[in-house]
Structures are given as structure tokens and as C-alpha cells.
């Protein structure tokens, strides 16, 4: 392979590396600025705090009730969770194994809400929850999740099901398992890691998930993202610091939660499929 030594393609990779540098040392700097706000007392026009303390993050937790908050979130989310692997687990492997007319019409459609920012069909969503006396509960945020996860299983799990060869279905046929035995003891440990992998994808993404929640959300269905923004914008002064002390905690719960998703996630498995 020969290298390419033109001064405009090193200009270009020069500028490339610039352009990411100059994102990540962005993004870390405004993290390391949330984080430092967090632990300080007092910090005002110089490039440290004047002194560092932890009970902004007891302030926060007792302030905005992060205890309720926290365990609606996760009571959200894994309902979210639960449903989508339900749902999108069977209607993935009925959309890799079988053709039937306007398969790609229904593909589709799958598409559409992983494609189409929230709070465009969003906004028509909770209209109708409202209609029908559930938005502002927990089953009505539920339900909205459930519109972009279930096909964000589908599509990560269909992958997943075409690597598994046909032949040893069959076979399992032959030895007289029917289909609810042929899923249990054959396809589900196959597929396990794959459906960990879009399970836990599922969970981060509901975590961050803002649009559709805030939309259908009521006082006692917020979750930690959407309390995290009625704290920057209700009415009243709050300290800064404990608002920062917020922001911190949602952050750590969401990366540690993707940090399990990644250890299970191989994105070659997502986005390949085995040639048969």
C-alpha cells in the first residue's frame, strides 16, 4: 500500500484532528466544569473554587427528592425494558425468518421512529395519551418509550437472529421440540448476547430519553432527566451547585449503565450479517 504524501491530504487529515481534538477537550471541559461546580463552595471568575465540599449533593438529593425521582426512573425504565425485549424479541425473529408482501413497508415504518427527531411525533403521541386519561401516569410514559424501543430491539436483534443458521432449527424440529421448546433451549442462548446488548441499549436510552417523557410525564412520573430540567427552569433561586450536583448524578447513572451495555455490546454483531 502506498502512502500518500500530498501536502492537501495532510492538510486535510491535519484539519480532521484538529476538528475532533478540539471536540473532545469541549466536552471534557464542560464536564470537568460541572463536576468541579459540584464540589465547590464558592467559585467566582478564577480558574479554581475557593474551597471544595460534598453536601451539594445532600442539598440535591433532599431538595428535589432524588429518592422518588430515582426509583420512578428506574421503575420506568425497566418496564421499558421488560416490554421492549417482550415485544421486539419474537417480532424480530418473525421479521428475519419470514417473507411475507410489504415486509419493506413494515421495515419501514420500524424505521421511522429511530429516524424522525421525538418531538415530532412526540407532540400527536401525547395528545392522544391525554385523550385517553393516560398521560401523566406512568403507564402513559411507558407507553411512549415503547414507541422508538421496540423497533430499536427489532432492528438490533434481526442481526443476531440471521447468524444463526436455519439448519439448526431444523434439526431441533426433527428431534420433536416445538416452538416454545425450540425457543427456550435452542435460540435463547444463541441469542443472549444479543438480546443483552440491545436490553441494556434499550435502558440507557430511556434513561436520556427527554422528549417523550416531559411530553407524558405527570408530578409523579418524572424521571431523573426531566426533574433535572424542571430544576434548571422552575421558578425560585436554587444554588447552582446543587443543580450541578444533580446534573453529576444523572450523568454517573447513565455512564455506568452504558459502560455494562458496551461490555456486552460487539458492534459487528449489530450492524453484519452472516453470509450464508
Known amino acids: 500500500m502506498v502512502k500518500d504524501t500530498r501536502l492537501s491530504t495532510k492538510l486535510w487529515a491535519a484539519a480532521n484532528w484538529t476538528l ?66 417482550l415485544i421486539g424479541v419474537p417480532a424480530a425473529y418473525a421479521l428475519a425468518r419470514r417473507d411475507f408482501p410489504g415486509k419493506k413497508l413494515v421495515m419501514l415504518l420500524f424505521l421511522l421512529p429511530l429516524l424522525v427527531p421525538p418531538i415530532t411525533f412526540g407532540i400527536p403521541l401525547a395528545t392522544v395519551l391525554y385523550r385517553t386519561g393516560l398521560a401523566g401516569s406512568m403507564s402513559g410514559v411507558v407507553l411512549a418509550n415503547l414507541v422508538p424501543t421496540v423497533p430499536f430491539v427489532i432492528l438490533v436483534m434481526i442481526p443476531f437472529i440471521e447468524q444463526i443458521d436455519t439448519k439448526i432449527e431444523a434439526a431441533a424440529r426433527v428431534f420433536g421440540a416445538n416452538t416454545f421448546k425450540l425457543f427456550i433451549h435452542v435460540l435463547l442462548p444463541l441469542l443472549m448476547p444479543g438480546i443483552l446488548a440491545a436490553l441494556l441499549l434499550v435502558l440507557v436510552r430511556t434513561i436520556a430519553m427527554f422528549e417523550l417523557t416531559f411530553l407524558t410525564a405527570g408530578p409523579t412520573s418524572q424521571t431523573l432527566v426531566v426533574a433535572l430540567y424542571y430544576a434548571v427552569f422552575a421558578a425560585g433561586v436554587r444554588a447552582v451547585q446543587s443543580i450541578d450536583a444533580m446534573a453529576v448524578i444523572y450523568m454517573v447513572t447513565t455512564l455506568v449503565w452504558l459502560i455494562i451495555a458496551l461490555r456486552f455490546v460487539n458492534p459487528t454483531q449489530i450492524v453484519a450479517r452472516a453470509k450464508r
Do not use: C, H, K
Open 20 to 85: 475532533i481534538g478540539f471536540f473532545i477537550v469541549n466536552l471534557f471541559g464542560m464536564i470537568a466544569a460541572v463536576v468541579t461546580s459540584s464540589f465547590s463552595t464558592r467559585w467566582l471568575r478564577s480558574w479554581l473554587p475557593d474551597g471544595w465540599t460534598t453536601r451539594w449533593y445532600g442539598a440535591a438529593w433532599s431538595e428535589f427528592q432524588l429518592g422518588d425521582v430515582l426509583t420512578v426512573t428506574f421503575q420506568i425504565v425497566f418496564l421499558v425494558v421488560f416490554l421492549s425485549g
